[in-house]
C-alpha cells in the first residue's frame, strides 16, 4: 500500500498575477447590487451564513442605488461623505509627496479605501470607540478630526499632541473615539472586544469598533478576539479590511484555499457579512445594521470589507516588484470616489463641474491663530494660505 | 486583625477594592464560579455577579487584550494568569500595548490593570508551573512589578497596585500560599495563621508600591530578597550566625534603591538571592544599582545565588531551588573574601 503513495509536497498559495502579467479577475464572484437582502438586525448567525460568502452592493454599474440596503443616507449626507473621501485621498496624496520631499519619515496612504473608513464613521455615534489599524485615517477625517492635527502628528513638530513619541500616522484621539494606534499588528481587535465589554458590564449603550487588515487575520490576537467576542456576546462590530494586499503578500497566504475572511465568524457563532468595500452607500448601510445589532445587544457583527489596495503599502514600499502596475485599474469593484461622484451626478444630485473640495474645518484657524501666521476668515477656509496649497492638490 | 493566609489576604484585597469601586472587575481562567485553582477568588462572583468576576476562555492574550480595551473604557480589570508560566502568550499584550499605551497616547489613554499570576518553584511543579519570569517584567518600561511575601504585605500591595493608574504585574509565591517556606523540604509546614506574619490589618491600607522592608537588622552584609527567598535568606543567616540584615524588596519595579544603598553602605558586602534563573535576572540590575551606587563602600564582590541556568526541573526540585545551605555558602564567602 505505502508504495502507492506519491511524494508529499508543500502547498505554498500564489496570486494570479505577478509583475508582467496581465491582471485577471474573472474569477473574483461579485453578485450584482442589490441582490443581496438585508436582514433584521436581530438575524439569528446560522440564518444569514449565506452572506458570508457573498458581497453586499448597493450602487450598481450605472450608479443607481439599488436593493434592501440603499436609502439610509440622504443627498446632503452622500455629498458630505464624498468630501471626507476627496480630502483624505488629497491629504494622502500631500502627504505621500511630503515624504518623498523628506518633510517627514514615512506616511501609508489609503488609496482606493477611502470609502471603508470614512462611510463606517457615519454609522457610529459619539462615545462610541474605533480600535483602528493604520489605515483607517477616514474615521478621523469624518469625524471632524482637524488635518492639521494629523500632519503635526506626521511632522512630529511642537504641536504634534503625541509629542513626537509616535511613528507618523500613529494618531490617538480618545475624544474622537479613535484609539491609540500600535505598531504591533492585530493587538487592537481583541482590545475593541474588551473595551465593548466594559460597556456591557457598565450597562452603557456605547459600542466599540475593532479593525484588522487580511495579512493580520492570520495573528493569534484575530482568534482571541473572535472567542471572546462570541463568548460574551461583546457588542463590537469587528472589520477585516480585505484590501487582497499584506505588503508583498497577497491574502491567500492569510486566507489558504477556500473560504472567505467573513466565513470564519461561523465557526465562532458570530453573525458574519461580507461588503463591497468601494461602495460607500453599501460599506455604510452594512455598518449601520451591525452598530444598531451591538448596540440593542444582539452581539458582534464580523465584516469583510472587499477591496483593493491601489497605492504601495507604505512610503518604504515599491508594489511593482511583487504585482501587476495594472493590477488596480483592472480592480472590478472601481475606485469608491468615482462611483459615489456618478452616483451623486446620475441620480441628479451632483453637478458635474462640482469637484468636491476638502471637507469641514481642517484645523488651520486654529493653527493661524496660535502662530499669527494667517488671518481668520470667515467659512470654510479660514486660513488663505495653507487652503491654498491642499486646494492645488484637488 | 484577622489571621489569614496569603490566599485568603489576596482574596480579602480583591473583595475590599470590589466592594470600594464598580469599576474593579476580576476575570480570568477558572475564577468565576470556581473561585480560581488556588481559591483566590473564591465567592468573588457569588457576592458581586457575573459581570464583575466571571470565568474567562483559555487564551491568555485575549485576557490581557480584553483588559487593556476595559481600562481603557474606564474599568480597572484584576486579571489573574493561572501560572506565570503561561504568561508569554500574552507577552505582547502586555510589553508592546500595556505597558506603552500612555506614553504613546501622551496620556490620551491609559491602562490601570493588575496581573496576577502565581509564581515560583519549590513545589515539585517541573518546568511549567514554577518559573519565576519577574526579569521579563522588569525590563519592560511602563510596568510595574510586585512580589509580596506574606499575607500583610500581600493585601496591602494588591490593594496598592489596583489604586495604582498604570499596569502592575503581580508576582505571587505560590508556595508561600499556605504559610511560610524556607528551603526546608523536611520539614512540615506550618500554616500563616501560626505566624505573625498571618495577622492581616483590617480595611483598606494599602502598602505602597515602591517601598522595600527591612526583616532583620544586621551588621555584616545586606541580603538582598524576595517572595520565598526571604525566608530562605532569614534561615541562612540564622544557620550561619552571620549578623545580615535582610532586605525583602516587596516591589521589584518601582525599586527602593534609598532602603538598599544606605543598608550596603552600612554593612559594606551583598548577596542577592532570586529563584529565577541567573543570566540576565533581576540580580543583575540590582548588582550593577549596588555596584554603582555603593562602589567604595564595598568591602567584597557582590554574590548572587540563584536558580540555574537550566530549565525548572523536576526531580532535582533542591538541587535546582537555591535553599539554605546554598545561600549559607555564600554568605561565607561573601565575609572572608
Given amino acids: ?394 | 486583625m484577622a489571621s489569614m493566609t496569603m490566599i485568603e489576604a489576596i482574596r480579602e484585597a480583591h473583595d475590599v477594592a470590589m466592594a470600594a469601586d464598580d469599576k474593579v472587575v476580576v476575570y480570568g481562567e477558572d475564577v468565576g464560579f470556581f473561585g480560581g485553582v488556588f481559591r483566590c477568588t473564591a465567592g468573588l462572583q457569588e457576592k458581586y455577579g457575573k459581570s464583575r468576576c466571571f470565568d474567562a476562555p483559555i487564551n491568555e492574550s485575549g485576557i490581557v487584550g480584553t483588559a487593556i480595551g476595559m481600562a481603557a473604557y474606564g474599568l480597572k480589570p484584576v486579571i489573574e494568569i493561572q501560572f506565570a508560566d503561561y504568561v508569554y502568550p500574552a507577552y505582547d499584550q502586555i510589553v508592546s500595548e500595556a505597558a506603552r499605551l500612555r506614553h504613546r497616547s501622551n496620556g490620551d489613554f491609559t491602562c490601570p490593570i493588575v496581573i496576577r499570576m502565581p509564581t515560583g518553584g519549590g513545589i515539585f511543579g517541573g518546568q511549567t508551573h514554577s518559573q519565576s519570569p519577574e526579569a521579563l517584567f522588569t525590563h519592560v518600561s511602563g510596568l510595574k512589578v510586585v512580589m509580596p511575601s506574606n499575607p500583610a504585605d500581600a493585601k496591602g500591595l494588591l490593594l496598592a497596585s489596583i489604586a495604582d493608574p498604570d499596569p502592575v504585574i503581580f508576582l505571587e509565591p505560590k508556595r508561600l500560599y499556605n504559610g511560610p517556606f524556607d528551603g526546608h523540604h523536611d520539614k512540615p509546614l506550618v500554616s500563616w495563621k501560626k505566624h505573625p506574619l498571618g495577622d492581616v490589618p483590617d480595611g483598606s491600607d494599602a502598602v505602597p508600591l515602591g517601598k522595600a522592608k527591612i526583616r532583620r537588622e544586621g551588621a555584616d552584609l545586606t541580603i538582598l530578597a524576595y517572595g520565598t527567598m526571604v525566608y530562605v535568606a532569614e534561615a541562612a543567616v540564622a544557620e550561619t550566625g552571620i549578623d545580615a540584615e535582610v532586605i525583602d524588596l516587596r516591589s521589584l519595579m518601582p525599586l527602593d534603591l534609598e532602603t538598599i544603598v544606605a543598608s550596603v553602605q552600612k554593612t559594606g558586602r551583598c548577596v542577592i538571592v532570586h529563584e529565577a534563573t541567573r543570566t540576565c535576572g533581576f540580580g543583575a540590575e540590582l548588582m550593577s544599582l549596588v555596584q554603582e551606587s555603593c562602589f567604595y563602600h564595598l568591602e567584597a564582590p557582590i554574590i548572587r545565588v540563584t536558580g540555574w541556568d537550566t530549565p525548572y526541573p523536576h526531580a532535582q526540585e533542591w538541587e535546582y531551588f537555591p535553599g539554605p545551605a546554598r545561600l549559607g555558602e555564600a554568605l561565607n564567602k561573601v565575609m572572608e573574601d
Fill in chain 1, 1 to 394: 500500500m505505502t508504495d502507492e503513495i506519491e511524494p508529499l509536497s508543500l502547498n505554498v498559495p500564489e496570486p494570479g498575477c505577478r509583475p508582467g502579467d496581465t491582471p485577471d479577475f474573472s474569477d473574483f464572484e461579485i453578485p450584482r447590487a442589490g441582490a443581496v437582502p438585508r436582514p433584521p438586525v436581530d438575524a439569528d448567525p446560522d440564518s444569514i451564513r449565506d452572506m458570508a460568502f457573498s458581497i453586499v452592493r448597493v450602487l450598481n454599474k450605472e450608479g443607481e442605488a439599488v436593493g434592501d440596503w440603499a436609502g439610509a443616507l440622504s443627498t446632503d449626507e452622500l455629498r458630505e461623505g464624498l468630501r471626507h473621501m476627496v480630502t483624505l485621498r488629497t491629504f494622502d496624496a500631500r502627504m505621500q509627496t511630503a515624504q518623498r520631499q523628506g518633510k517627514t519619515s514615512f506616511y501609508m496612504q489609503h488609496l482606493g479605501e477611502e470609502a471603508v473608513s470614512c462611510a463606517f464613521a457615519r454609522a457610529l455615534e459619539d462615545g462610541d470607540m474605533n480600535f483602528p489599524t493604520y489605515r483607517q485615517a477616514g474615521l478621523l477625517v469624518a469625524s471632524g478630526y482637524p488635518m492639521l492635527t494629523m500632519m503635526n502628528q506626521i511632522y512630529s513638530n511642537a504641536h504634534d499632541p503625541l509629542h513626537g513619541r509616535q511613528l507618523p500616522i500613529m494618531y490617538s484621539s480618545k475624544e474622537h473615539g479613535f484609539f491609540s494606534i500600535s505598531g504591533n499588528l492585530g493587538t487592537q481587535f481583541v482590545q475593541s472586544v474588551g473595551w465593548a465589554m466594559a460597556s456591557a458590564i457598565s450597562g452603557d449603550t456605547k459600542i466599540a469598533t475593532g479593525w484588522i487588515g487580511d495579512g493580520s487575520t492570520a495573528e493569534s490576537d484575530f482568534h482571541a478576539a473572535m472567542v471572546f467576542a462570541s463568548t460574551y456576546k461583546a457588542p463590537v462590530v469587528l472589520n477585516i479590511v480585505n484590501n487582497q494586499w499584506a505588503i508583498s503578500t497577497f491574502q491567500g497566504i492569510a486566507r489558504g484555499g477556500v473560504g472567505t475572511f467573513a466565513a470564519r465568524g461561523h465557526g465562532f457563532g458570530i453573525a458574519s457579512l461580507r461588503v463591497d468595500g468601494n461602495d460607500y452607500l453599501a460599506v455604510h448601510a452594512v455598518a449601520k445594521w451591525a452598530a444598531e445589532r451591538a448596540r440593542r445587544g444582539f452581539g458582534p457583527t464580523l465584516i469583510e470589507h472587499v477591496t483593493y489596495r491601489a497605492g504601495g503599502h507604505s512610503t518604504s514600499d515599491d508594489p511593482s516588484a511583487y504585482r501587476s502596475r495594472r493590477e488596480a485599474a483592472a480592480w472590478p469593484l472601481g475606485d469608491p470616489i468615482e462611483r459615489l461622484k456618478q452616483h451623486l451626478i446620475t441620480s441628479g444630485n451632483g453637478r458635474r463641474t462640482a469637484t468636491p473640495r476638502p471637507s469641514g474645518d481642517p484645523g488651520f484657524g486654529d493653527f493661524c491663530a496660535e502662530t499669527g501666521r494667517g488671518r481668520r476668515h470667515p467659512g470654510r477656509w479660514r486660513c488663505a494660505q495653507p487652503a491654498r496649497h491642499v486646494r492645488g492638490c484637488l
